[in-house]
């Protein structure tokens, strides 16, 4: 099966930027989906299809995918972003498309 | 107000069977593929299976973890969704997530509040 590795922390001062990485065996072939989950709620879409951003989610946020990493960008981090993170693809090598996680990575705003 | 919210969750005895509820509301539930995931406290996510549209014949599809025990249905005519439980086991323990998959961007753009499911004697 497939397998997402992320970073289990990521620690950055407000105002800088914030890189969170999702590995994976040719990642950049895939499509990656990234996801905010703040403690106590259901996780919210912030990055689809590597790069794109749902309505609503602010121009700080970002995504690029190419080779084995796929990377979710921060820009101007507020307190507010402080929450887990995961990265997300459909790993398509069985009958049916299976959802992957990555493991998850915890963003601290210092 | 596109919400999607669970039910049914609460402590189960090992062996036992639980089924949750998920209720859609404010989209075209029907036209919707629709996802359970779910976590272990402290732990990240993890797919359990999904259940595609009638016109996709309603298949399903489950997690290596779950197959065979748990099983995903839906009843339009209610917009809802449903997980059924069975031979649960201690590490099932989790809050379940229903969530949509919005098929334009093949990602979950709308979760439930989750339901809190604890297997435990």
């Known amino acids: 099966s497939y397998v997402l590795t992320q970073p289990p922390s990521v620690s950055v001062a407000p105002g800088q930027t914030a890189r969170i990485t999702c590995g994976g065996n040719n990642i950049g072939s895939k499509s990656v989906h990234w996801y905010q989950q703040k403690p106590g709620q259901a996780p919210v879409l912030v990055v689809y299809?590597?790069?794109d951003r749902p309505s609503g989610i602010p121009e700080r946020f970002s995504g690029s995918n190419s080779g084995n990493t796929a990377t979710l960008t921060i820009s101007r981090v507020e307190a507010g972003d402080e929450a887990d993170y995961y990265c997300q693809v459909w790993d398509s090598s069985s009958d049916h498309p299976f959802v992957v996680f990555g493991g998850g990575t915890k963003l601290t705003v210092l | 107000e596109v919400q999607l919210v669970e039910s049914g969750g609460g402590l189960v005895q090992p062996g036992g069977s639980l089924k949750l509820s998920c209720a859609a509301s404010?989209?075209?539930?029907?036209?919707?593929?629709m996802h359970w995931v779910r976590q272990a406290s402290g732990k990240g996510l993890e797919w359990v299976g999904r259940?595609?549209?009638?016109?996709?014949?309603?298949?399903?599809a489950y997690a290596a973890s779950v197959k065979g025990r748990f099983t995903i249905s839906r009843d339009d005519s209610k917009n809802t969704a449903y997980l059924q439980m069975n031979s649960l086991k201690t590490e099932d323990t989790a809050v379940y997530y229903c969530?949509?998959?919005?098929?334009?961007?093949?990602?979950?753009?709308?979760w439930g509040q989750g339901t809190m499911v604890t297997v435990s004697s």
């Open positions: 404010g989209f075209t539930f029907s036209g919707s593929a």
């Open positions: 259940i595609r549209s009638k016109a996709n014949s309603y298949a399903t």
């Open positions: 299809d590597d790069s």
């Open positions: 969530t949509r998959l919005y098929i334009t961007m093949d990602a979950f753009d709308i």
